[in-house]
Structure formats: C-alpha cells, structure tokens
C-alpha cells in the first residue's frame, strides 16, 4: 500500500478500504460490475482490475482478466454490457474491445508473470483485429459496432484516444512475446496523429470532459501541446474545492472524470494540480471506502447514488501513478511504450 497513500488523499488505511469496496462487488467468476445489481462493461471492468493490480491483489486482477478470456466473443470483441453474466447491450464499442491490452499489459509489468501473458496473447490479438476492422479511411477508427453488424461512419475522440492508448500496450505486448504487428505500428501511429492534429475527423462533443482530456490520457499528446490543451479549458470544466464536470453546461461534478484529469495531469508533469484535483473529490469518498459517481452541486446532492467501482479504480490508479508504481507509471506515462509508425512515416503515407 505504500504507493497507494497520499497525502490530504489517502491514508494506508483508507486505500485498504477502497480496494475492499472493489473486491467487495466482483463476483466468484472474475466479473467486476460498477455496484452490486449493476452492469459490466469491459472498459470499466478493466480499469478496476488494474486498480486491484496495484494493490497487490493479482489473483483477484487475474480472475478478472480470465472473465475477459472466457467471455470474448469469436469475432474478437465483448459486448457493451453484461448484466449477472448475459449480455444486455449487444453493440460491440471499440474503445471497450480494445482496452483489454491495457490491462495486460499493466498486470504483467505489475506480475512478471510470462506464462499469463502467453496465454492471455490470443485474447488481446483477436481484440486487436476486431478494432482495426472498425478503421476508417482517414486513420480514425468508428467508435461501435451495432447489433445489427452495421458500423457508423464516425469516430469519437475520447474513444479513439483510449484505442490509441491500447494499440500501444498492444504493441508493448506484441514486442514482449516477439510477435511483430506491423498493421498495429500503422494504425497506432495514424491514430495517435488524428487525435493530435485533426479534430475535423471526430464528432463534436467538445461539452464532455473526456474529450477534453483523453488525447492527454491517451498519450497522443504531450509536451507543450498538452499542457496547452489542459489550459484552454481548465476554467471551463474545473470547479475549485469540488472536482472535475463531467458535461461543461451541468453543475455536475464526477469522480471518475476528475480522477482520469489527475492522471492526465501526473503524465504531463503537473504532480501539484493532480493532487489538487484529488483532494478536492474527498466529498464523494463513503465511509466503506468507496466512492460515488458524481455531485450536483446546484442541488447539494449526490447523483447517481451509486458508488461504482470504476470510480475507486480510477482514483486508486492516479494515487498509484502519483506514488511511482511502476506499472502504472510505465503504461499511463507512455515514454517507454511503442509508438506506432512515425509521423513522417504517416504523413508519407497520407
């Protein structure tokens, strides 16, 4: 736990807790809903698992990557939702498939075990080309698959920030086992250009903090164009003492979305204002440890009222990089993953 302290944050004691609240609502087969009676979705239900990953509890991260395994569907993909264990939203979204390379990654830098790597390789190569069959021309990729197998012709940018980001844990992985991939080399470093110079190719949903954020979470961007971009809209979605909004024109505040910010921030070399923005969440922690979703400060209400577990993960996660967990350092830093073809490679390519 000593990672997981922090001052004004987290105590050993509290981060102890936290990581209960989330052990608490996985079930026997590995499954890790937002709260008990609540759905799965494979995004979330991986960025809980890496946060169990840097408490020191991998059979528990273990058991929930072995979910992922037996639940994949044959064409590479998870579906939307799960609820008790059955799929109850049959679209297949992108950023969902392709994030189980995050984890893998994260838990075999956070393990040292090869053989589980070995063996959950398949898995996140068939992830992998399930995503790139979703690729479109200008080097974004569509951000879902419908029920009916059709494909939107539109990419979302927090989406493909977060499919980046995965391309190149998926890449780590790759190099690890000596698999080369060179279509992921050429869809990571398209991707990651897309997301750093050309907001054109995206829908508009600039109102949502994730789009603010994501290109920096996503290690797209970095270096003066991130801090840039972090200052722009910072008094826009920045409420001082209270979190981060989660929609620009709502007085809703989230834990999660403020959490991810403070990571964004410790990548970027901003450590002072990560840490304010996780001081500032300290209102949504319950006395279980837990942590709920979100904030109406208009109202003086909590809403939803639900503590989810994506929420504990993704506070525990920026604490952890904060605290120089070495996993979380390496595949949240992004300096010592693969990065895909070189821009001027792409550029030669356009």
Not at 71 to 94: C, F, K
Not at 172 to 187: F, K, S, T
Request: net charge negative.
């Amino acid at each position: 736990m000593r990672t997981l302290t922090l001052d004004g944050v987290l105590t050993s004691e509290q981060a102890a807790a936290t990581v209960r609240s989330i052990l608490a609502e996985q079930r026997a087969d590995g499954a890790i809903p937002w709260f008990t009676g609540g759905h799965l979705d494979p995004w979330d239900h991986v960025e809980a698992a890496m946060a169990l990953d840097v408490a020191g509890e991998h059979a528990a991260a273990e058991a929930a990557y072995r979910w992922l395994m037996d639940s994949q569907n044959p064409d590479g993909s998870w579906y939307a939702a799960y609820r008790e264990g059955v799929a109850s939203d049959l679209n297949r979204e992108s950023n969902f498939c392709a994030y189980v390379a995050v984890g893998a990654w994260h838990h075999h830098l956070s393990t040292g075990d090869d053989a589980f790597l070995e063996e959950i390789w398949p898995t996140v190569s068939r992830a992998m080309a399930f995503v790139l069959e979703l690729g479109r021309a200008d080097g974004t990729v569509s951000w879902r698959r419908e029920e009916d197998g059709s494909t939107p012709d539109e990419a979302l940018l927090t989406g493909c920030s977060s499919v980046h980001h995965a391309l190149r844990c998926a890449l780590a992985v790759a190099d690890y086992l000596e698999e080369p991939q060179p279509d992921w080399e050429l869809a990571a470093g398209r991707l990651g250009h897309a997301v750093a110079h050309h907001p054109e190719r995206f829908l508009d949903k600039d109102r949502y903090s994730m789009d603010w954020y994501y290109p920096v979470l996503g290690t797209a961007l970095r270096g003066v164009a991130a801090k840039e971009r972090i200052d722009r809209e910072w008094d826009r979605f920045v409420v001082p003492g209270l979190g981060v909004r989660c929609v620009s024109d709502r007085p809703w505040v989230t834990g999660g979305e403020s959490a991810e910010l403070a990571l964004a921030l410790w990548a970027i070399g901003e450590s002072d204002r990560a840490v304010e923005i996780l001081k500032s969440i300290q209102h949504l922690r319950h006395e279980d440890g837990g942590y709920w979703t979100g904030y109406v400060f208009e109202d003086d209400a909590i809403w939803p009222e639900e503590r989810t577990t994506w929420t504990a993960g993704a506070l525990l996660l920026a604490v952890a990089a904060l605290g120089g967990d070495e996993a979380t350092v390496s595949v949240f830093g992004g300096e010592s993953l693969p990065a895909g073809l070189t821009e001027e490679c792409c550029a030669a390519l356009r």
